[in-house]
């Protein structure tokens, strides 16, 4: 006979996360041990719990791709903004900051202040941060992106030119270390300082970096208005030249005299990906 599940969430409207049509019929979700172990017509099987859902959706919890909960985490825990929406993994560490890669020492007072300091911010690597998370709890599953700005300032401050060549190995070193701790993948903000500062054979070298250690290259890019063509142009050379997958942050085009260029931006990545690069993107989920 078989062992009785936990729990049965009955006649739900089953949105399975394979693109396929809602199941609405015979479509009970199983769960015994904290996994799903079946899907299909329960209504025979034991459980010690059984809540009816009476065609209430149901679906898989969701990824937020593009979030900056590395700054939030220590001093909102309980993530009800995302956990409330069916949120259960965040990629955070976005637009080329990461909290984790800051250390205590000056040229960080940007994170200090997004952070509210961060309850102290005492560590001096990644998985010391990751540990402190770690400690304290989460709501929601959280995993991070090496932000390139971080990375800039740790070998070079704010200097406003290319970096020297023990820079850049600083910085891919730097890059190595965090993927070996926890990172991954490398996210950058290249309309912020310091991130603006790097030419575009920069980022590319680091992120070999990153795509060595299996990981992705998220972009929020140089220009998303006029120049959303090239910057468009520069993520897919950087995936090229780089091995690296990409992930194009927030894609838009900003300003009403760009309105409907997303139309070419999008036929890039579709050109791309025929070509077989691995471009993605992603969007705000509200007018903007």
């Known amino acids: 006979m078989p062992r009785p599940f936990d729990l049965i969430l009955h006649s739900p409207t089953l949105f399975d996360g394979s693109g396929e049509p809602a199941q609405t019929r015979n479509a009970d979700v199983g769960i015994a041990g904290g996994r799903i172990e079946a899907i299909g017509d329960l209504s025979s099987r034991d459980a010690r719990e059984r809540l009816e859902l009476n ?3 149901l679906a898989p919890g969701f990824i937020d791709i593009h979030t900056h909960t590395d700054v939030s985490i220590l001093h909102n825990p309980r993530m009800e903004s995302s ?3 069916g ?3 965040e990629v955070a560490g976005n637009c080329g900051l990461f909290l984790g890669l800051t250390t205590p020492g000056e040229g ?5 202040r997004l952070s509210h300091n961060a309850g102290g911010m005492n560590w001096t690597s990644v998985a010391g941060y990751l540990d402190r998370v770690q400690d304290q709890g989460c709501a929601a599953n959280l995993t991070f992106l090496a932000g390139h700005g971080t990375l800039r300032k740790r070998a ?3 200097a406003n030119r290319e970096p020297r060549p023990d820079e850049l190995e600083r910085m891919k070193s730097l890059m190595r270390e965090a993927m070996d701790q926890g990172a991954i993948g490398i996210s950058t903000g290249l309309e912020y300082t310091p991130s603006r500062y790097a030419h ?5 070298e680091v992120s070999k970096v990153a795509a060595e250690c299996g990981g992705f290259y998220a972009t929020h890019m ?3 208005a006029e120049g959303l063509l090239d910057s468009v142009e520069e993520t897919l050379r950087i995936a090229r030249e780089a091995g690296i997958p990409v992930q194009l942050s927030h894609h838009k085009a900003e300003g009403k005299p760009n309105w409907g260029r997303v139309k070419e931006s999008l036929a890039m990545m579709d050109a791309a990906r025929a070509e077989g690069l691995d471009v993605l993107c992603d969007q705000y989920p509200y007018t903007a």
Do not use: C, K, P, Y
């Open 55 to 57: 065609g209430l959706a």
């Open 222 to 224: 140089r220009n998303e």
């Open 108 to 112: 960080f007072d940007l994170e200090r």
């Open 156 to 158: 070079m401050g704010l």
């Open 200 to 204: 575009t054979e920069e980022l590319i």
């Open 87 to 89: 949120v259960t993994l």
């Open 83 to 85: 956990v409330s929406q």
